[in-house]
């Protein structure tokens, strides 16, 4: 499994020619398709680590959403990071405490429902469950680099809060857990962390009004 497949998405939309009946344009309103990037933060081995992401489903009355999800530390090469940690290697004989770099990757399955929205607030409640990998490359003495891949399973559970503050500015922050469901202990004890989420979004559009002094 390797995430950043999962960003190479098509979408194929078929459109009737016909024009829609009253039933179809409720149906519409009742469900619609949705695509987000869902990136935040984590802590790996408590470091500050990026987690990197992709969703799609189907929004069902504008309340409960319902789809997939592709998630990595490590995006294409470049963006985000591994982290650095000292690995205990069962695979060798003794056992021995060896330098490696560690991240993950995986697929999901999510569900979001909405508890609160208003004309300043926006609360959502979301859980994931996913499979995917731990990526352990284990640097060698002879400075050849050893990659070993482990399995996992994870569930997430977290909260998201927007706020509105004015008409062009919406400030957002989450905070949730993440739980691997099998591993080795050392491997458990690096990953099942926190997860938050600190940014926010700018409506350019209503910006632009702003600037102009339009309501």
Same mark, same amino acid.
């Given at each position: 499994?390797?995430?950043?497949?999962?960003?190479?998405?098509?979408?194929?939309?078929?459109?009737?020619?016909?024009?829609?009946?009253?039933?179809?344009? =409720?149906?519409?309103?009742?469900?619609?398709? %949705?695509?987000?990037?869902?990136?935040?933060?984590?802590? $790996?081995?408590?470091?500050?680590?990026?987690?990197?992401?992709?969703?799609?489903?189907?929004?069902?009355?504008?309340?409960?959403? +319902?789809?997939?999800?592709?998630?990595?530390? !490590?995006?294409?090469?470049?963006?985000? *990071?591994? $982290? %650095?940690?000292?690995?205990?290697?069962?695979?060798?004989?003794?056992? =021995?405490?060896?330098?490696?770099?560690?991240?993950?990757?995986?697929?999901?399955?999510?569900?979001?429902?909405?508890?609160?929205?208003? =004309?300043?607030?926006?609360?959502? +409640?979301? %859980?994931?469950?996913?499979?995917?990998? $731990?990526?352990? !490359?284990?640097?060698?003495?002879?400075?050849?680099?050893?990659?070993?891949?482990?399995? &996992?399973?994870? +569930?997430?559970?977290? $909260? &998201?809060? *927007?706020?509105?503050?004015?008409?062009?500015? =919406?400030?957002?922050?989450?905070?949730?857990?993440?739980?691997?469901?099998?591993?080795?202990?050392?491997?458990?004890?690096?990953?099942?962390?926190?997860?938050?989420?600190?940014?926010?979004?700018?409506?350019?559009?209503?910006?632009? *009004?702003?600037?102009?002094?339009?309501?």
């Amino acid at each position: 499994m390797n995430c950043s497949r999962f960003f190479g998405l098509l979408l194929l939309l078929s459109v009737g020619l016909t024009p829609p009946s009253r039933a179809q344009e =409720q149906e519409e309103k009742n469900v619609r398709f %949705s695509v987000q990037l869902d990136s935040r933060n984590t802590f $790996v081995r408590k470091e500050t680590v990026g987690i990197f992401g992709i969703r799609a489903g189907l929004v069902f009355n504008n309340k409960f959403e +319902v789809g997939l999800g592709a998630y990595g530390t !490590r995006l294409l090469d470049f963006l985000g *990071k591994e $982290v %650095s940690k000292d690995y205990l290697d069962q695979s060798l004989n003794p056992a =021995q405490l060896v330098p490696a770099k560690i991240g993950f990757e995986y697929a999901s399955l999510y569900g979001e429902y909405l508890v609160l929205e208003n =004309q300043r607030w926006n609360l959502t +409640v979301n %859980s994931q469950y996913g499979m995917g990998r $731990v990526n352990i !490359r284990i640097q060698e003495a002879n400075d050849t680099e050893r990659l070993k891949r482990e399995r &996992k399973g994870l +569930v997430e559970h977290s $909260v &998201k809060a *927007k706020y509105q503050f004015n008409s062009w500015l =919406q400030l957002i922050g989450g905070l949730g857990y993440r739980y691997l469901l099998s591993g080795e202990k050392q491997i458990k004890d690096a990953f099942n962390a926190p997860i938050y989420l600190v940014t926010a979004e700018i409506d350019f559009r209503q910006l632009f *009004k702003a600037l102009r002094g339009e309501k």
